[in-house]
């Protein structure tokens, strides 16, 4: 089956700093998702990406869908403390009328003061 | 605000004892998900419903059952619950399964603890 691949687990980074996150497959995603996750909450949906080479910003965030379609990566720039969560690429593969979708594992993100 | 609402977002039961959790949706979605996720774990899919058409991932164990009553709401019923299924149990929603209208949308989830 499909699977993202996303290391490391985690990522200790100063406040202000910019901090980029990727995401890579063996297999070729239609759609590629980033999520935030905060303790105790649902995953938050932060950009959505639809075509290959496709560059996306939302705010201090900037996300890209790779041209192979086998990778993405997410920037965050001038990190803040409220930053702090979990960090999940997803992908969307279709097959005729179904769509499923994998998730990888998740970074970590630490903002020290 | 059109949204992903889950209730209860804390949920305690007992070992056996027949939980359901609710998810309802402001967003007139024509599918609903449900998702178990254990700690520092990815989302797990469990099963999806496309309108009234539901779809059962294959590993999702026969104790978890689903119920759709209409477009709004959909309930995750636990029949049996073991101590392994103490989990987050997230809800999502998306407009339709094709490409630009497949984009999940998450509630805040329950945290079910079992004793």
């Known amino acids: 089956g499909q699977q993202l691949n996303q290391s490391p687990q985690s990522m200790f980074i100063q406040e202000g700093e910019d901090v980029s996150m990727n995401c890579t497959s063996s297999?070729?995603?239609?759609?590629w998702l980033w999520y935030k996750q905060d303790p105790g909450e649902g995953p938050v949906l932060l950009i959505a990406?639809?075509?290959?080479?496709e560059l996306t910003s939302n705010g201090r965030l900037t996300a890209q869908f790779g041209i192979t379609r086998k990778d993405s990566f997410l920037n965050i720039s001038a990190s803040i403390p409220s930053d702090v969560g979990i960090y999940f690429c997803?992908?969307?593969?279709?097959?005729?009328?179904?769509?499923?979708?994998?998730f990888g594992k998740g970074i970590t993100l630490s903002v020290r003061p | 605000d059109a949204m992903v609402i889950q209730n209860p977002r804390y949920q305690v039961t007992q070992f056996g004892k027949p939980v359901t959790l609710s998810c309802s949706q402001t967003?007139?979605?024509?599918?609903m998900y449900w998702y178990q996720q254990k700690s520092s774990q990815a989302p797990k899919l469990l099963f999806h419903?496309?309108?009234?058409?539901?779809?059962n991932e294959a590993d999702t164990p026969d104790n978890f059952q689903s119920r759709r009553p209409n477009t709004s709401f959909c309930f995750l019923d636990i029949r049996s619950p073991g101590l392994g299924d103490a989990a987050m149990y997230l809800c999502?929603?998306?407009?339709?399964?094709?490409?630009?209208?497949?984009?999940?949308?998450f509630g805040p989830g329950t945290r079910l603890t079992v004793l």
């Open positions: 999502a929603t998306s407009r339709d399964l094709w490409s630009g209208t497949d984009t999940q949308y």
């Open positions: 419903y496309y309108d009234k058409d539901f779809n």
């Open positions: 967003l007139n979605h024509n599918v």
């Open positions: 997803a992908g969307h593969f279709r097959t005729g009328a179904n769509s499923k979708l994998t």
């Open positions: 990406l639809y075509k290959a080479g």
């Open positions: 297999s070729i995603f239609n759609t």
